[in-house]
Structure formats: structure tokens, C-alpha cells
């Protein structure tokens, strides 16, 4: 077995981290100085990730994908985004969007997606000059034509502009 990252959370306890699955940004809005992360699954669901900041072990957000939800989610990403994380084909890409939950509301930002280069592992928030989509939209947890339409729409990608 390789070399691993030890790192202790506050939310997590210590975590034990494979170099390679350690996600880089150039900072991510209102929070410039966190530019490691790693992806942690949810314990109770497939639906909701946790993106782990290595830099600052107090920092977690939750993260979905969006397709999981909203299965016509199609956000025009720029070229220039796709070029800047080095995407040359889908196959690379990866993208999630962060969750807030809020009492009973749980909402997506599918306003900002955060798009990942997997073979790189270089990761960026980009915001989308797109009125269909907002920061807060509201999503049903419990809702089986949802869950069923998820299950088809998983590989679903951006439309590059």
C-alpha cells in the first residue's frame, strides 16, 4: 500500500487519504485559502457527498449530484472553464453541486456547479450567467418518480457553449 494523508476533522475525526483522490482548486468563493479536498460519501444515502477541505479540517460541504434531481439539469459551461481544468472529452469530467440543508428544506445550487477534471483531479466553482437555475432550489427527498428518473440520468453532462 502507498502513502496516505492522516488528517483530523472536526466533523469526521481522523481520515486516512489516498494522495490520488485529493481534489485541487485555486479556491473556492469566500473561502480562497482551501484548496485541497476530499470527497467523503454520507453514511445514510448515495444521493449526498461530503467535499472535505484538507486545508482547513473544520470545512465540509455537502455536495450532490444534480442529475440525481433534476434530470433536464443541463448548465452551459463555458469552453474556457473546460480549458482552464484541462477537460478534453466528458469522459474526464465530473460535476456536483453544493447541498444546504436547512430544517426541512434541503436546496441545490445549480447556479454554480463545481466542475472536476477526475484523471487531474483539478476542480473548479464556476457561475453560470443562466436565469433557469439559482442557488436555492428546493429539492424533495422522498419522492419516487425522482429517484426513479435518477437513476437514469447519472451520466448526464454539461453543454459546453
Not at 14 to 31: A, S
Not at 69 to 80: E, I, K, M, N, Q
Amino acid at each position: 500500500m502507498g502513502e496516505t494523508l492522516t488528517i483530523e476533522t472536526s466533523r469526521f475525526g481522523r481520515i486516512e487519504v489516498d494522495p490520488r483522490t485529493v481534489l485541487h482548486f485555486n479556491g473556492l468563493p469566500g473561502f480562497p485559502e482551501a484548496r485541497r479536498f476530499v470527497v467523503i460519501d454520507h453514511a445514510e444515502t448515495t444521493s449526498f457527498s461530503w467535499l472535505v477541505s484538507l486545508d482547513d479540517p473544520d470545512l465540509a460541504f455537502v455536495i450532490a449530484n444534480p442529475w440525481h434531481f433534476f434530470p433536464g439539469y443541463d448548465p452551459a459551461v463555458s469552453t474556457r472553464h473546460l480549458t482552464s481544468l484541462e477537460i478534453k472529452d466528458a469522459e474526464q469530467l465530473e460535476t456536483v453541486v453544493f447541498a444546504t440543508f436547512n430544517g426541512r428544506k434541503v436546496t441545490l445550487n445549480l447556479a454554480a456547479p463545481v466542475l472536476i477534471n477526475r484523471e487531474s483531479m483539478q476542480g473548479a466553482q464556476v457561475i453560470l450567467d443562466d436565469p433557469r437555475y439559482t442557488t436555492r432550489e428546493e429539492i424533495q427527498l422522498a419522492d419516487p418518480a425522482r429517484a426513479a428518473a435518477a437513476t437514469q440520468a447519472t451520466s448526464a453532462q454539461p453543454t459546453v457553449e
